[in-house]
């Protein structure tokens, strides 16, 4: 994702009105343009780009089936248009959609819960991180998650599951010390202790830190 200084454009796809309206009211007072809101996902490559939107924020089930459609949406999306920002949003935690947005095991992606956007400051920082290039996870996902994975994360330490569920959440080393009340310094060394047990190798290419948490994502 390239930085700037326009305001961020952001393409909204809900079927509900109230959500759809709600949501772009939300952007307009973080200062972010909506740059277009739809009630479904048809031609939805087309529109973004016609919209020439920074990010996508899709409702995981659109019309017509209400099952799938907004993840299908979006994987196009990544395909078509990479340098677009996904946030995907669900009613229930659905582990599965998570692991298929984060598979290419590239950033610029994030999965929340409907509940989270009813604050501003969690929903309009996620669609910032997410177009810088992060990965945000609703932690209700990610505990989810942890809570059932089997090896290899046995080998992690309490610490170093902390670690790795917040950068799961897409934050950065600065704010995971700060949540764990302890230095950048140590929260690097829970990283790399991380990526040593998960055998992360420094490839140069690979985004580690999304290959960390698609550890736990893999289905078994």
Do not use: C, W
Request: charged letters at 25%.
């Amino acid at each position: 994702m390239v930085a700037s200084t326009l305001p961020l454009r952001i393409a909204l796809v809900e079927d509900s009105l109230l959500l759809r309206e709600g949501l772009t009211r939300l952007l307009d007072e973080a200062g972010y343009v909506a740059a277009g809101a739809f009630p479904d996902a048809e031609d939805l490559v087309e529109r973004v780009r016609e919209a020439r939107a920074d990010v996508a924020v899709l409702d995981v089930r659109l019309p017509p089936t209400f099952r799938d459609e907004g993840i299908r949406a979006a994987l196009a999306l990544r395909s078509e248009l990479p340098e677009v920002g996904i946030l995907v949003l669900s009613q229930y935690v659905e582990g599965v959609y998570a692991r298929e947005l984060l598979a290419d095991g590239s950033g610029g992606v994030g999965y929340l819960l409907k509940d989270r956007v009813s604050s501003l400051d969690e929903f309009t920082d996620a669609v910032r991180r997410i177009h810088d290039g992060g990965t945000v996870l609703d932690p209700l996902v990610v505990r989810s998650l942890l809570a059932t994975r089997p090896d290899p994360l046995v080998a992690l330490t309490p610490r170093e599951r902390d670690v790795l569920e917040l950068m799961a959440q897409g934050r950065s080393n600065a704010t995971i010390a700060q949540r764990l009340f302890i230095g950048v310094g140590a929260v690097e060394k829970n990283v790399t202790s991380i990526f040593q047990k998960l055998g992360l190798d420094d490839s140069g290419v690979d985004h580690r830190r999304v290959l960390a948490v698609l550890a736990f994502l893999q289905a078994e």
